[in-house]
């Protein structure tokens, strides 16, 4: 599992990557959720954004299936 770091804004909660695998996983209020097959440039730009719950609702919740997993 990829180390989650804390985000804050909408219902974020924490995201970790794992770049071996491009498995993105998001930590909502509602669950957590895995996202396959993320480019390592989308994690820097999520993870970089000035806001990432913006980014992830239009760049990663549109673009991916979402599995949730808690």
């Known amino acids: 599992m990829a180390d989650m770091k804390k985000l804050s804004g909408g219902s974020l909660r ?3 990557y794992d770049e071996k695998e491009r498995r993105l996983t998001v930590e909502l209020t509602s669950g957590t959720f895995v996202f396959e097959r993320v480019s390592p440039e989308v994690w820097r ?3 970089g954004a000035s806001s ?3 980014f992830f609702r239009d760049n990663i919740e549109e673009e ?3 599995k949730r997993v808690r």
């Open 14 to 16: 924490a995201a970790g």
């Open 45 to 47: 730009r999520f993870i």
């Open 52 to 54: 990432p719950w913006s």
């Open 64 to 66: 991916y299936v979402g």
